[in-house]
C-alpha cells in the first residue's frame, strides 16, 4: 500500500496527508466483511479502534475509496461523524442527510418532499407516514403525525421503542431495495456521540438482518462506554485496534510528506528526528511537517506555483525543539502564532469545538464605547475578524463550514480538538467567565436555540460558567424539557439533575409548580432508565413540597408514582399505603383521570396480592370511570388488567373478552407495545385452557411484535413463554434455549422478577431432561430473588415449584423431608395473603407429593394427611367454580 497519494497543487501542507501504509491486514478484514455481506446477504459489523491520529478514518476512507473502483454491485455508502457536544442523535442525522442527499440551506419543504418520495420508493408506500415522522425528528423536519404515532406521544419509552423498531426497518428496506451493491453506514468519532446514539446504534446492530455493513470508528474509550458492544459468540462483528506504524512503516511515511523538497535533496535528518519522536502516529508525523513550516526549517518556495516545492534549511533543526508527544506538538503550533491570533483562538476555544462569527463579535465588544451612530463603518471589527478566521483556516487550525446553525451567521470548527483544548487551558478564569457571560447574551437572543436540547444546554453551561447559577438552572431545566420531548431520556436525566442541583445551591426557586413538573419529569425519565432508587427519590421531593404547598393533585401524583415503583419492585405493602394516599388526595382535589388512574394501579395491586375479589371491583370501577371519560388507551389498559382478574380467577369466557376487547383497541389506535401485551395474554389463556400449540402461536406472534417495537422487557417476557410452552410440548432442548435467552436479556436490564420467571422456567425445562442438579439450582436462585424483591405470591409460586423439583431429585428420607418444607411454606404464604386459588394449586400439589412417598403405602397419618390437603383443594376449586385439572399453574408468571 506504498502507492503516493496525488495532492492538488498550490494548496500547501494543509492539504497533505500521510499515505496509507502497514495496514493490509487490517484492509483484507474490511474487505472480507463487505464480502460477507455481499455473498451471504446478512450483516456485518466492524468496529475500528485506535488513539487520536493513528489512522481510523484514513484506513476506512481508502477502504471505500477502493471498493467503489470494483465496478460491478458498487456499495452505496452513507457516512456520518459525531462532534462533541453535538445534538441527540447528531451522528445519526448526518448519516440521513447524506442518505438522502440533504444539504445545508436546502428548503424544508423541499427536503420534506425528497425524503417522502424516498422513503415511498424504498418502502413501496407502506407506512410511509410513520417512517418518515421518526426520521424527521432526528432530521429536526416536522412532518404530520398518524393515529399511531398520537397514541405513543404519551408514553416516552413506548416512543422511544417505536422510533428504534422504524429507523431499523427503514435501513433493512432500503438495503434490500438497494438493486447493486451493498448498504454500507460509517459511524465516525463514536467517542464523541450521545449515549442515545450509541443505544440506537448497538439496537441496529444487535437486531438488523439485512444486508448492511457497519462501519464504526472511534478512539477506544468508547468500550468503555458501551462495555457490552461485542456480543459474545457473535461472529458477525469484528473489532479492527490499529497499533502504531513500524519504524519502516513510518519512515515511508515521513518520506512521502517530504515529497516537496524534491527527490535530489537529503531529508534524512528530517525523517529521522520526526519518526524518533512521532511514536509511529501518522498524524504527529503531518503535524512535524507542519511544525517545520511553522519554525523555519522548510520553507515554501513559491505560494503560487502550480508544482509545490519546499527548499529545506537543515541549519535550523537544531534550534526547534521538537516536541515529545502529540501534547507538546500541540503547543508548538499555539507558540507559533501571533498575540492577536492566539486570543482570538482562545475566544472560540470558550464557545466549544464548533463556534460563530457572531459570538466572536459579542466578546470582542466587552468594555468597547459604543458608536454614537451604528453605520457600516462601525462594522470594521468584524471584517478584522473574518480576515483573521480567513488566515488560520489556511494555516489548518480551524474550518469554516458551508453553512450555520444560526442564519445570518458564520460557523466554524477547530481541525484538531488537542489544540481547542490547549486555548481553553491557558485562558485565564477570570477572562474566560466573562467570555462566557458574552457568549450566554448572545445565545439567548437566537431562535433556534430554544427548539433544540443541545443548544438550551449549551446556552446553561456558558450560563453556569459565567457564574449566573440561577439563570443556568432554567436553562438546564428548559433543555431536559426538550430532550424528555424528543425522547432523549439519558440526556433528559442529566439536564434535570444539574438544573435541580444548581437551584438548590444557590438556594432559588423558580415557579413552584414549574420545579414540581420538572421533579415529576426527572423521576419520569429515571424509572424509564431503570435506575429505580434515584426515581425514588426524585418522586419524594416531589411529595415533599407538594405537602408544603398544599397541592393535592400534585401530591397524589407523587404518591401513586412512589406506589408504582414500589409494587414494580414487588414491595406491596408499601406500594398499598401510597396508592391509598394518593387516590385520597385525588378524590379531595376531584381529579377524575387521577381517580380512575389510581383505582386501576389499586386494582392490579390486589391482583398481584391473589385478592381476586378486590381486583375485580377496583378493575371495573377504574373502567367504568375510563369510558366516561373516553381515553381509548386507557380504556385498554383497564381491559387488560380485568382480563388478568378474570383469568387467574379461572373465568376464562370473561377473560378472552376483556383480552380481545383491548387487542382491538390497540390495534385500531397504534398501539404496538399493546397489541404484544394483550397476545401475550392471550396465549397464557390457551395455556390455561391446554391448548398448547394455539398458545405457542400467539406466543410467536407477540414475540414478533415486541421485536418491532424493541420493547426488551417484552421480548424477555414472551422468550420466557416461549420457553415453557415447547416444555409442555416435550421439546425440553428448545425450551432451554428460549429460556436462556430470556434469563440473560432479563439480567442485562435488570428486570428481577423476569429474572426469576426465566430462572424458574428453566428448572422446570432441567426437571423434564432428568437433570436434577440444574432444576434444583435453578429453582432455588429463583426463590431467592423472589424474595429480593419481595413479592409474596412470587415467593409462593417458587416456592411450590422448589419442592416439587426437590421431591423429583430426590430419592426419600430427607429430600422428601425439605420437598415437604417447601410446599408448606408456600401454602403458609398463601393462607396470609388470602390467595386461593394458588393456595388451592399448591394443597394439591402437596397431597400429590404424599401419595408419591413410600410411607404412602403403609402410614396411616401420610394417607389422611394427604385426603385432607387434596379435599381442601378440591373444595377450593369448587367454590371458584375451576376445574382442578384445566387451571395452568403458571398463568401469574406468563401474563404481566
Same mark, same amino acid.
Given at each position: 500500500?506504498?502507492?503516493?497519494?496525488?495532492?492538488?497543487?498550490?494548496?500547501?501542507?494543509?492539504?497533505?496527508?500521510?499515505?496509507?501504509?502497514?495496514?493490509?491486514?487490517?484492509?483484507?478484514?474490511?474487505?472480507?466483511?463487505?464480502?460477507?455481506?455481499?455473498?451471504?446477504?446478512?450483516?456485518?459489523?466492524?468496529?475500528?479502534?485506535?488513539?487520536?491520529?493513528?489512522?481510523?478514518?484514513?484506513?476506512?476512507?481508502?477502504?471505500?475509496?477502493?471498493?467503489?473502483?470494483?465496478?460491478?454491485?458498487?456499495?452505496?455508502?452513507?457516512?456520518?461523524?459525531?462532534?462533541?457536544?453535538?445534538?441527540?442523535?447528531?451522528?445519526?442525522?448526518?448519516?440521513?442527510?447524506?442518505?438522502?442527499?440533504?444539504?445545508?440551506?436546502?428548503?424544508?419543504?423541499?427536503?420534506?418532499?425528497?425524503?417522502?418520495?424516498?422513503?415511498?420508493?424504498?418502502?413501496?408506500?407502506?407506512?410511509?407516514?410513520?417512517?418518515?415522522?421518526?426520521?424527521?425528528?432526528?432530521?429536526?423536519?416536522?412532518?404530520?403525525?398518524?393515529?399511531?404515532?398520537?397514541?405513543?406521544?404519551?408514553?416516552?419509552?413506548?416512543?422511544?421503542?417505536?422510533?428504534?423498531?422504524?429507523?431499523?426497518?427503514?435501513?433493512?428496506?432500503?438495503?434490500?431495495?438497494?438493486?447493486?451493491?451493498?448498504?454500507?453506514?460509517?459511524?465516525?468519532?463514536?467517542?464523541?456521540?450521545?449515549?442515545?446514539?450509541?443505544?440506537?446504534?448497538?439496537?441496529?446492530?444487535?437486531?438488523?438482518?439485512?444486508?448492511?455493513?457497519?462501519?464504526?470508528?472511534?478512539?477506544?474509550?468508547?468500550?468503555?462506554?458501551?462495555?457490552?458492544?461485542?456480543?459474545?459468540?457473535?461472529?458477525?462483528?469484528?473489532?479492527?485496534?490499529?497499533?502504531?506504524?513500524?519504524?519502516?512503516?513510518?519512515?515511508?511515511?515521513?518520506?512521502?510528506?517530504?515529497?516537496?523538497?524534491?527527490?535530489?535533496?537529503?531529508?534524512?535528518?528530517?525523517?529521522?528526528?520526526?519518526?524518533?519522536?512521532?511514536?509511529?502516529?501518522?498524524?504527529?508525523?503531518?503535524?512535524?511537517?507542519?511544525?517545520?513550516?511553522?519554525?523555519?526549517?522548510?520553507?515554501?518556495?513559491?505560494?503560487?506555483?502550480?508544482?509545490?516545492?519546499?527548499?529545506?534549511?537543515?541549519?535550523?533543526?537544531?534550534?526547534?525543539?521538537?516536541?515529545?508527544?502529540?501534547?507538546?506538538?500541540?503547543?508548538?503550533?499555539?507558540?507559533?502564532?501571533?498575540?492577536?491570533?492566539?486570543?482570538?483562538?482562545?475566544?472560540?476555544?470558550?464557545?466549544?469545538?464548533?463556534?460563530?462569527?457572531?459570538?466572536?463579535?459579542?466578546?470582542?465588544?466587552?468594555?468597547?464605547?459604543?458608536?454614537?451612530?451604528?453605520?457600516?463603518?462601525?462594522?470594521?471589527?468584524?471584517?478584522?475578524?473574518?480576515?483573521?478566521?480567513?488566515?488560520?483556516?489556511?494555516?489548518?487550525?480551524?474550518?469554516?463550514?458551508?453553512?450555520?446553525?444560526?442564519?445570518?451567521?458564520?460557523?466554524?470548527?477547530?481541525?484538531?480538538?488537542?489544540?481547542?483544548?490547549?486555548?481553553?487551558?491557558?485562558?485565564?478564569?477570570?477572562?474566560?467567565?466573562?467570555?462566557?457571560?458574552?457568549?450566554?447574551?448572545?445565545?439567548?437572543?437566537?431562535?433556534?436555540?430554544?427548539?433544540?436540547?443541545?443548544?438550551?444546554?449549551?446556552?446553561?453551561?456558558?450560563?453556569?460558567?459565567?457564574?449566573?447559577?440561577?439563570?443556568?438552572?432554567?436553562?438546564?431545566?428548559?433543555?431536559?424539557?426538550?430532550?424528555?420531548?424528543?425522547?432523549?431520556?439519558?440526556?433528559?436525566?442529566?439536564?434535570?439533575?444539574?438544573?435541580?442541583?444548581?437551584?438548590?445551591?444557590?438556594?432559588?426557586?423558580?415557579?413552584?409548580?414549574?420545579?414540581?413538573?420538572?421533579?415529576?419529569?426527572?423521576?419520569?425519565?429515571?424509572?424509564?432508565?431503570?435506575?429505580?432508587?434515584?426515581?425514588?427519590?426524585?418522586?419524594?421531593?416531589?411529595?415533599?413540597?407538594?405537602?408544603?404547598?398544599?397541592?393535592?393533585?400534585?401530591?397524589?401524583?407523587?404518591?401513586?408514582?412512589?406506589?408504582?415503583?414500589?409494587?414494580?419492585?414487588?414491595?406491596?405493602?408499601?406500594?398499598?399505603?401510597?396508592?391509598?394516599?394518593?387516590?385520597?388526595?385525588?378524590?379531595?382535589?376531584?381529579?377524575?383521570?387521577?381517580?380512575?388512574?389510581?383505582?386501576?394501579?389499586?386494582?392490579?395491586?390486589?391482583?398481584?396480592?391473589?385478592?381476586?375479589?378486590?381486583?375485580?371491583?377496583?378493575? #371495573?370501577? &377504574?373502567?367504568?370511570?375510563?369510558?366516561?371519560?373516553? +381515553? =381509548?388507551?386507557? /380504556?385498554? *389498559?383497564? $381491559?387488560? %388488567? @380485568? !382480563?388478568?382478574?378474570?383469568?387467574?380467577?379461572?373465568?376464562?369466557?370473561?377473560?378472552?373478552?376483556?383480552?380481545?376487547?383491548?387487542?382491538?383497541?390497540?390495534?385500531?389506535?397504534?398501539?404496538?407495545?399493546?397489541?404484544?401485551?394483550?397476545?401475550?395474554?392471550?396465549?397464557?389463556?390457551?395455556?390455561?385452557?391446554?391448548?398448547?400449540?394455539?398458545?405457542?402461536?400467539?406466543? #410467536?406472534? &407477540?414475540?414478533?411484535?415486541?421485536?418491532?417495537?424493541? +420493547? =426488551?422487557?417484552? /421480548?424477555? *417476557?414472551? $422468550?420466557? %413463554? @416461549? !420457553?415453557?410452552?415447547?416444555?409442555?410440548?416435550?421439546?425440553?432442548?428448545?425450551?432451554?434455549?428460549?429460556?436462556?435467552?430470556?434469563?440473560?436479556?432479563?439480567?442485562?436490564?435488570?428486570?428481577?422478577?423476569?429474572?426469576?420467571?426465566?430462572?424458574?422456567?428453566?428448572?422446570?425445562?432441567?426437571?423434564?431432561?432428568?437433570?436434577?442438579?440444574?432444576?434444583?439450582?435453578?429453582?432455588?436462585? &429463583?426463590?431467592?430473588?423472589?424474595?429480593?424483591?419481595?413479592?409474596?405470591?412470587?415467593?409462593?409460586?417458587? $416456592?411450590?415449584? @422448589? !419442592?416439587?423439583?426437590?421431591?423429583?431429585?430426590?430419592?426419600?428420607?430427607?429430600?422428601?423431608?425439605?420437598?415437604?418444607?417447601?410446599?408448606?411454606?408456600?401454602?403458609?404464604?398463601?393462607?396470609?395473603?388470602?390467595?386461593?386459588?394458588?393456595?388451592?394449586?399448591?394443597?394439591?400439589?402437596?397431597?400429590?407429593?404424599?401419595?408419591?412417598?413410600?410411607?404412602?403405602?403403609?402410614?396411616?397419618?401420610?394417607?389422611?394427611?394427604?385426603?385432607?390437603?387434596?379435599?381442601?383443594?378440591?373444595?377450593?376449586?369448587?367454590?371458584?367454580?375451576?376445574?382442578?385439572?384445566?387451571?395452568?399453574?403458571?398463568?401469574?408468571?406468563?401474563?404481566?
Amino acid at each position: 500500500m506504498a502507492d503516493r497519494p496525488s495532492f492538488a497543487p498550490g494548496f500547501g501542507v494543509s492539504e497533505r496527508r500521510a499515505t496509507l501504509v502497514g495496514r493490509q491486514a487490517d484492509m483484507n478484514e474490511l474487505e472480507d466483511a463487505l464480502r460477507a455481506v455481499r455473498d451471504k446477504g446478512t450483516p456485518r459489523i466492524v468496529t475500528v479502534l485506535g488513539a487520536t491520529g493513528i489512522g481510523k478514518t484514513r484506513l476506512v476512507r481508502d477502504f471505500l475509496v477502493k471498493m467503489r473502483g470494483l465496478g460491478e454491485k458498487t456499495p452505496r455508502v452513507f457516512r456520518g461523524s459525531a462532534r462533541d457536544h453535538g445534538p441527540s442523535y447528531g451522528v445519526f442525522a448526518r448519516v440521513l442527510r447524506a442518505r438522502f442527499g440533504i444539504v445545508e440551506g436546502m428548503d424544508a419543504e423541499v427536503a420534506k418532499a425528497q425524503i417522502r418520495a424516498q422513503c415511498a420508493e424504498v418502502l413501496e408506500d407502506r407506512k410511509v407516514g410513520d417512517v418518515i415522522y421518526f426520521l424527521g425528528q432526528i432530521l429536526e423536519l416536522a412532518f404530520q403525525d398518524s393515529p399511531l404515532i398520537r397514541a405513543v406521544l404519551a408514553d416516552p419509552q413506548e416512543a422511544l421503542r417505536l422510533r428504534r423498531a422504524v429507523i431499523k426497518r427503514f435501513f433493512e428496506a432500503d438495503a434490500l431495495a438497494g438493486g447493486g451493491g451493498p448498504l454500507v453506514l460509517v459511524f465516525d468519532d463514536l467517542h464523541w456521540a450521545r449515549d442515545d446514539s450509541l443505544e440506537l446504534l448497538a439496537y441496529l446492530i444487535e437486531n438488523v438482518t439485512a444486508p448492511i455493513l457497519f462501519v464504526c470508528i472511534a478512539r477506544p474509550e468508547v468500550m468503555a462506554r458501551r462495555d457490552a458492544w461485542v456480543k459474545a459468540d457473535d461472529g458477525r462483528h469484528q473489532i479492527i485496534e490499529l497499533s502504531p506504524l513500524s519504524e519502516t512503516d513510518a519512515s515511508a511515511v515521513m518520506q512521502d510528506l517530504l515529497a516537496p523538497c524534491g527527490d535530489d535533496v537529503d531529508v534524512d535528518e528530517l525523517i529521522d528526528a520526526a519518526c524518533t519522536l512521532a511514536g509511529g502516529n501518522p498524524a504527529l508525523l503531518e503535524q512535524m511537517v507542519r511544525i517545520f513550516l511553522d519554525m523555519g526549517v522548510l520553507e515554501v518556495e513559491d505560494e503560487l506555483a502550480e508544482q509545490e516545492r519546499w527548499r529545506v534549511h537543515a541549519d535550523k533543526l537544531g534550534t526547534v525543539r521538537l516536541p515529545l508527544t502529540i501534547e507538546d506538538a500541540v503547543q508548538a503550533r499555539i507558540a507559533s502564532l501571533a498575540p492577536e491570533e492566539r486570543e482570538l483562538l482562545e475566544r472560540a476555544a470558550v464557545m466549544g469545538g464548533v463556534f460563530w462569527l457572531g459570538g466572536l463579535v459579542a466578546i470582542a465588544r466587552l468594555g468597547t464605547q459604543s458608536p454614537e451612530i451604528w453605520s457600516k463603518g462601525a462594522l470594521l471589527d468584524t471584517v478584522t475578524l473574518r480576515e483573521r478566521l480567513e488566515e488560520l483556516a489556511q494555516r489548518d487550525y480551524i474550518l469554516k463550514l458551508p453553512d450555520s446553525t444560526f442564519a445570518g451567521d458564520e460557523e466554524y470548527v477547530f481541525k484538531h480538538n488537542l489544540e481547542r483544548e490547549a486555548f481553553a487551558k491557558i485562558t485565564p478564569t477570570a477572562i474566560a467567565r466573562r467570555y462566557h457571560a458574552a457568549v450566554g447574551d448572545w445565545l439567548s437572543f437566537k431562535e433556534y436555540v430554544r427548539t433544540h436540547e443541545e443548544y438550551v444546554a449549551m446556552l446553561a453551561r456558558h450560563r453556569e460558567k459565567a457564574g449566573s447559577k440561577w439563570q443556568a438552572a432554567s436553562a438546564y431545566l428548559e433543555a431536559a424539557d426538550v430532550a424528555r420531548s424528543r425522547y432523549a431520556n439519558a440526556k433528559a436525566a442529566e439536564y434535570y439533575a444539574t438544573g435541580l442541583a444548581l437551584l438548590g445551591e444557590v438556594g432559588a426557586e423558580v415557579d413552584p409548580n414549574a420545579r414540581l413538573l420538572a421533579l415529576h419529569h426527572y423521576g419520569d425519565v429515571l424509572q424509564a432508565l431503570g435506575r429505580t432508587e434515584d426515581a425514588l427519590k426524585a418522586f419524594r421531593e416531589m411529595l415533599g413540597r407538594s405537602y408544603k404547598l398544599d397541592q393535592r393533585t400534585k401530591g397524589g401524583a407523587a404518591h401513586g408514582r412512589i406506589g408504582r415503583l414500589y409494587r414494580d419492585t414487588g414491595d406491596l405493602e408499601e406500594a398499598s399505603r401510597h396508592l391509598d394516599a394518593a387516590l385520597l388526595l385525588f378524590e379531595e382535589a376531584k381529579d377524575e383521570r387521577g381517580i380512575a388512574s389510581t383505582v386501576d394501579d389499586i386494582g392490579k395491586l390486589h391482583w398481584l396480592r391473589g385478592d381476586y375479589h378486590k381486583a375485580l371491583e377496583y378493575t #371495573q370501577r &377504574a373502567l367504568a370511570m375510563r369510558r366516561k371519560i373516553g +381515553d =381509548r388507551r386507557s /380504556i385498554a *389498559l383497564s $381491559l387488560n %388488567n @380485568l !382480563g388478568l382478574v378474570y383469568q387467574d380467577s379461572g373465568q376464562y369466557v370473561q377473560a378472552l373478552d376483556a383480552f380481545e376487547q383491548a387487542l382491538r383497541i390497540r390495534r385500531e389506535i397504534g398501539d404496538l407495545v399493546g397489541v404484544s401485551i394483550s397476545l401475550n395474554n392471550l396465549g397464557t389463556v390457551a395455556q390455561d385452557q391446554r391448548d398448547d400449540k394455539r398458545a405457542l402461536k400467539l406466543f #410467536q406472534e &407477540a414475540y414478533e411484535v415486541a421485536l418491532e417495537t424493541g +420493547d =426488551r422487557n417484552r /421480548i424477555a *417476557l414472551v $422468550l420466557t %413463554n @416461549l !420457553g415453557e410452552t415447547h416444555n409442555r410440548l416435550g421439546d425440553a432442548s428448545a425450551a432451554v434455549n428460549f429460556l436462556k435467552q430470556a434469563e440473560e436479556l432479563a439480567d442485562e436490564l435488570g428486570d428481577k422478577m423476569g429474572l426469576a420467571e426465566a430462572v424458574r422456567g428453566l428448572g422446570k425445562a432441567y426437571l423434564a431432561q432428568r437433570e436434577y442438579t440444574k432444576a434444583r439450582e435453578c429453582t432455588a436462585r &429463583a426463590v431467592e430473588i423472589f424474595g429480593e424483591v419481595q413479592s409474596k405470591v412470587h415467593m409462593g409460586v417458587a $416456592l411450590r415449584s @422448589l !419442592g416439587e423439583v426437590t421431591a423429583a431429585a430426590s430419592a426419600g428420607g430427607e429430600g422428601i423431608k425439605n420437598a415437604r418444607g417447601y410446599l408448606l411454606k408456600a401454602i403458609k404464604i398463601f393462607e396470609e395473603i388470602g390467595n386461593e386459588v394458588e393456595l388451592a394449586r399448591s394443597c394439591r400439589a402437596y397431597a400429590d407429593l404424599l401419595r408419591n412417598t413410600a410411607e404412602y403405602a403403609t402410614d396411616p397419618n401420610i394417607i389422611r394427611e394427604a385426603a385432607t390437603y387434596a379435599k381442601r383443594a378440591e373444595e377450593i376449586f369448587a367454590r371458584l367454580k375451576i376445574s382442578a385439572f384445566g387451571l395452568e399453574p403458571d398463568a401469574f408468571f406468563a401474563a404481566r
